[in-house]
């Protein structure tokens, strides 16, 4: 049978050809909109914070009202909010911390604390802890003040009725699995390369680490995605991050990470620990505090800095501005905290880096922060409302002459006198300290672990899929 016509064949090949196309192109369509990287990453420049003045009104007091419902942003917190709302109704159980026994050459180690014997590994904190010398390295000590609390967690002597936090020597009943590497206070001491070293210690220590972690049945049984490593200074981990990103970080910020390596969704922000000293009984006021705006830091700064020279330029000629240049290390500090204590708003502009500590300096003296640095990332933003207590300003906004001064002179005394009360409310949020007491069920570490809680529902889940083609796997639980 040759005789087939040959347009009616051509016109059966044709839409063959048309129907595969199709499929492929669906194909492409599926596998696009199930790629589960995509959905998840904040691009570095695609903040919240963006989204806050949406408003095309340019007048300071408009755009600062101006806020908008930020949309859902991702499908897949769905989940994520059903298994909230799960536990809201559930008393609130702490979150069940597994620590690895790492060498202390990793944590207190750093310190100068030394074991009286080599099967000992962490200090016993009722008897002696070990001393933090403070100064600069006091920002980035949120890993001292976690450990600590985590170790104190499993004595007697911790009366606390309520606890964000206990340890759990059995992996296998633990939510969450901590790597008690001081990393911060690496970097800060050990950076450096001597002339003897072909790489520094931190450098090091932090292969030791990915080489101790990775090798655990416990990072090996989840992929990492259950792990809690902390990464406050934003130079610290800086080769080890690359490896052990499937890991939640306890950052500053995320000015120095790729978004596949740490972002808003699969890590936590942690405050630094202020430096000027806390302001008890504080009753100064806005007549109290006569500097309307105060700044304290360098001028010359590398990337977000031209900010700063322009803001200067801006208002260097306004009387009831404060700036006050120069590094916190010459006996700045205190001279700081009572720059910061005379004023109504302080300036939080980004530097090298996105945060700083001279927020919670500011918060700690009770002075209203204004912040200009478009990608800050703030603790706690999903529970705690920063609008109700400092004021944000684009740094597109505050490079237009006269915009700044006149936000701030908008704010009257009332709104003012809020904001200033609210702070007090929420300083010891920020307060990192030990030991902790019955009372400080929302002090910053308390805080930080319930922050780690948060997001503890959508690290199992991680896990849970992680292991669906791990069989057999080592760690199984029963839930
Ligand atoms: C750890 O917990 C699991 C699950 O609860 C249990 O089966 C196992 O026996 C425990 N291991 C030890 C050493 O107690
Ligand atoms: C603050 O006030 C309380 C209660 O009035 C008082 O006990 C405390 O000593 C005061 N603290 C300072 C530093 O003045």
Known sequence: MVERSN???????????????LSVLSWFLILYSTNPNRAH?????DTPLNDIFTSSNNSPQENRGGTTETEEPVNENRVEEALRCTNKDSPPTPLKVYMYDMSPEFHFGLLGWEPERDDVVWPDIRVNVPYHPGGLNLQHSVEYWLTLDLLFSEFAEDSRSSRAAVRVKNSSEADVVFVPFFSSLSYNRFSKVTEKQ????????????????????EWK???GKNHVIMAHHPNSMSTARHKLYPAMFVV???GRYSPRVANVDKDVVAPYKHLVPSYPNDTSGFDGRPILLYFQGAIH???????????????KEEKDVHFSFGSVRNHGIAKAGEGM?????????????????????????HCVPVIISDDIEL????????????VFVRSSDALKKGFLMGLVRSIGREEWSKMWRRLKEVERYFDLRFPTKDDDGDYGVQMIWKAVARKAPMMKMKVHRFQRFTRPFVGFSED
Do not use: H, M, W
């Open 41 to 45: 990453v904040y691009e570095s420049t």
């Open 252 to 254: 500053a910020d995320f």
């Open 198 to 217: 072909k790489k520094s210690r931190d450098r090091e220590l932090q292969d030791n680490v990915v080489k101790f972690v990775t090798s655990q049945k």
């Open 301 to 315: 700064r590398k990337d977000g800095g031209f900010v700063r020279q322009e803001l200067y330029e801006f208002l």
């Open 341 to 365: 204590r005379s004023s109504k708003f302080c300036l939080n502009i980004a530097g090298d880096t996105p945060s700083s500590n001279r927020l919670f300096d500011a918060i700690a003296s």
């Open 221 to 223: 049984s989840s992929g």
């Open 7 to 21: 347009p009616r064949y051509l016109g059966i090949s044709l839409i063959f050809l048309i129907i595969s196309i």
């Open 379 to 390: 603790p706690y933003e999903d529970v705690l409302n920063y609008n109700e207590f400092c």
